[in-house]
């Protein structure tokens, strides 16, 4: 959904697979303490939610490969997992991302065929009680379910995984669900050092990669296997599918011959990822375009097995203290110049109309935050839409809102005759004519 006031977000994974960690009442703690507003776990731990209840800190929880088997194959169970494990912490705890599956490709136990069934039947829980809209439910994936990712325009499925991946390409843009991956150019790096420069896997390169097909410039790996996944997409027919990145990062530690697994390259990269992401620069095929990033990850975890490097993936200690110093605000970084005032690929925006009377738009925010199921806690008091502190303005974010859910149709703006189509990113106005509270708010959530 296109917010106004939104912007590409930064969050942190936080994996538990450890014997010493904090208990989570002193990780949500933490959490606030670096202002870290996304969280993705990896399953449904009450604990956890019970901590991050009332924080503001949204939520991506999981459904673990080993609950594919029940939830994909009786609606029951995951109605009852929902009503027991979630509902008596919602909305308390801000959950908006519900991950079906960890990159079952790389399953050995090849549950691929479970996935799209179970996701299908915890949407149709979320259904049953409204929360369809303010959940979405995907799966996450590694590049593995690429056969080509170089050059990027040659991005190409792997059609062994077709079976799966074309229902649940299907399932996420008809649910307007993103396509999540996690992406590491560390292991490119690592397995190929020939053929890939350090500073192009660190943003730090000062040359280009040209994709030969398309004549796009390509400074770093982040992007260019970014793009190799849109232009997959775009293979596939599917242009409307946004992507995610549920998992990046760097270790600060490693084997023998994991030589680039030190903590100054892993603040490298995670700290130009930030700028990169919170500038949103989007990528060479996708200017402008919003990308969310989950740094993994929050701790190092002991219990992994593999290379040393599996275990030091952490910004923190399990004592808490910081492994390396990192900005997860980006703030140094973004200005206003940042916010793209243009519309790219067509997009349109629903916007109140500034002639509409005060009676009229107020039954039809009431409608659109009610009936309309739109998620209006933005623009409440204290929230980061709230200001600029008008019933236009907020009213235009409960239309454009509803507009985005329901296919962006003439009908999904009308509101009577209240609302106006327009294919300028109205953010801007709002900006420019709004105080500077709402600036700030932009680029810190």
């Known amino acids: 959904m296109a917010d106004f006031c939104r912007g590409s977000?930064?969050?942190?994974?936080?994996?538990?697979?450890?014997?010493?960690?904090?208990?989570?009442?002193?990780?949500?703690?933490?959490?606030?303490?670096?202002?870290?507003?996304?969280?993705?776990?990896?399953?449904?731990?009450?604990?956890?939610?019970?901590?991050?209840?009332?924080?503001?800190?949204?939520?991506?929880?999981?459904?673990?490969?080993?609950?594919?088997?029940?939830?994909?194959?009786?609606q029951s169970n995951a109605d009852s997992w929902l009503k027991n494990s979630i509902l008596p912490y919602y909305p308390a705890a801000k959950i908006t991302y519900?991950?079906?599956?960890?990159?079952?490709?790389?399953?050995?136990?090849?549950?691929?065929?479970?996935?799209?069934?179970?996701?299908?039947?915890?949407?149709?829980?979320?259904?049953?009680?409204?929360?369809?809209?303010?959940?979405?439910?995907?799966?996450?994936?590694?590049?593995?379910?690429?056969?080509?990712?170089?050059?990027?325009?040659?991005?190409?499925?792997?059609?062994?995984?077709?079976?799966?991946?074309?229902?649940?390409?299907?399932?996420?843009?008809?649910?307007?669900?993103?396509?999540?991956?996690?992406?590491?150019?560390?292991?490119?790096?690592?397995?190929?050092?020939?053929?890939?420069?350090l500073d192009y896997a660190l943003f730090e390169s000062s040359s280009?990669?040209?994709?030969?097909?398309?004549?796009?410039?390509?400074?770093?790996?982040?992007?260019?296997?970014?793009?190799?996944?849109?232009?997959?997409?775009?293979?596939?027919?599917?242009?409307?599918?946004?992507?995610?990145?549920?998992?990046?990062?760097?270790?600060?530690?490693?084997?023998?011959?994991?030589?680039?697994a030190t903590p100054d390259n892993a603040q490298t990269y995670n700290m130009n990822l930030i700028r990169h992401v919170i500038n949103d620069s989007g990528t060479p095929a996708k200017p402008g375009e919003e990308l969310d990033v989950y740094i993994f990850s929050l701790f190092n975890e002991n219990r992994k097995p593999g290379l040393e490097s599996e275990r030091n993936w952490g910004l923190f200690y399990p004592d808490q203290t910081s492994v390396y110093n990192l900005d997860l605000t980006g703030k140094a970084a973004v200005g206003i110049s940042s916010l793209n005032g243009t519309s790219s690929n067509g997009t349109t925006w629903c916007i109140a109309s500034s002639k509409a009377s005060e009676t009229e738009l107020q039954n039809a925010v009431d409608w659109a935050c009610g009936p309309g199921n739109v998620d209006c806690s933005a623009i409440q008091p204290s929230q980061p839409c709230f200001e600029p502190d008008n019933l236009v303005s907020h009213a235009s974010f409960a239309f454009n809102s509803y507009y985005q859910q329901n296919g962006a149709t003439d009908v999904a703006c009308s509101f009577g005759g209240?609302?106006?189509?327009?294919?300028?990113?109205?953010?801007?106005?709002?900006?420019?004519s709004a105080s500077n509270l709402l600036v700030r708010h932009m680029i810190e959530v």
């Open 9 to 74: 977000i930064v969050g942190v994974c936080y994996g538990r697979n450890a014997d010493d960690l904090p208990t989570p009442d002193k990780v949500a703690e933490l959490v606030k303490l670096h202002n870290i507003k996304y969280l993705r776990l990896y399953d449904s731990n009450v604990q956890v939610l019970k901590a991050f209840a009332n924080t503001g800190v949204e939520l991506m929880i999981a459904v673990p490969n080993s609950d594919l088997l029940p939830f994909s194959q009786f």
């Open 98 to 197: 519900i991950t079906v599956g960890l990159e079952v490709t790389e399953n050995p136990d090849n549950v691929s065929a479970l996935v799209v069934p179970a996701m299908k039947n915890v949407l149709t829980a979320l259904k049953k009680v409204g929360l369809h809209r303010r959940i979405k439910v995907s799966s996450t994936h590694s590049l593995g379910v690429l056969s080509r990712s170089f050059p990027p325009s040659a991005g190409a499925f792997n059609s062994s995984h077709a079976y799966f991946l074309k229902p649940m390409l299907e399932f996420l843009a008809e649910n307007q669900s993103p396509f999540m991956i996690d992406l590491y150019p560390y292991y490119a790096y690592r397995d190929s050092p020939d053929n890939v420069s």
């Open 208 to 260: 280009e990669v040209i994709d030969p097909n398309t004549g796009l410039l390509y400074t770093n790996m982040f992007d260019a296997q970014i793009d190799a996944l849109y232009f997959a997409l775009m293979a596939l027919n599917f242009r409307t599918i946004r992507i995610m990145v549920t998992e990046t990062g760097w270790p600060s530690k490693g084997s023998l011959n994991e030589k680039a």
């Open 418 to 432: 209240n609302g106006i189509k327009v294919d300028k990113d109205p953010s801007k106005s709002i900006i420019l």
